[in-house]
């Protein structure tokens, strides 16, 4: 009898702590959901009335009395492609030598290990080493190139990291099966690693573009904050050599400096879009090129 309640009471404080954790666990998720719920109500209500068609595509004048972020937009997205045109390439072949060609040892556990380290190291830190290197000792000063040099060594541990975890999710039967079939080590890489691990290897570079668009303090030290548009096509590769500000160091400036919330939070909700976008595109791309669902 004694026993029977001995038991009868385990199950009872089993049956408690698990509706405890429960409780916890749905509470929890309900309370990511209302924060990322209030945080979108609130920016849109206070920045939804700043967007216009002349918000998007004019400069901000004291002469022609307009207010727009074109030329802003125009620096996020030529700092977006400058940087990944470079840390794109360099960041997947760098996993794909660190995984298939290097030889377990100290030198490939010291450059994982430097790469862990350079991702948490603070973004203002590389901005005063882009600033005093790119910017003084390589003489390119405060310009658009400065900026993606700069954020190319932030967002390249990323983007070297999740290649290479996507290439170990490859199981080795696929490396096995290759080389007994005559394939040579290119080819087996280009024909069946890359393809099978191109889910892994495009979030890696989608949550670089992430933190190139989201990213600000580093930008400050390096590409200024000038909000001009390029004068025609030549004008393009001209403003790379200078200075330019992005979405964020606008917001930034329009809320501290400038006095102006109603551009910050316009601005705000442009960025808000922008990495919706973002995730959407990763979300169809990834489902696009996932060979697991295609089975």
Known sequence: MNDRCYLSSIRDKRKISDFICLLFICLSAALSV???????????????????????TSVTSVLKGTVGIAGNIVNTLMIILITMMIAAPIGVGAAIYLNEYAKPGKLVSLIEFATETLSGIPSIIFGLFGMMFFGQT????YSLLTGSLTLILMVLPLITRNTQEALKTVPDSYRHGAVGLGAGKWYTIRTILLPSSMPGIITGVILAIGRIVGESAALLFTAGSAKNLPDGISGIFQKIFHSGGKMTVQLYLSATSEGDFDTAFGIAVVLMILVFLINLGTKKLTAKYDLTRKE
């Open 34 to 56: 209302i924060l990322l719920t209030v945080i979108i109500i609130y920016v849109f209500m206070k920045g939804a009335d700043s967007i216009s068609f002349r918000f998007l």
């Open 138 to 141: 390589l003489k390119l000063g």
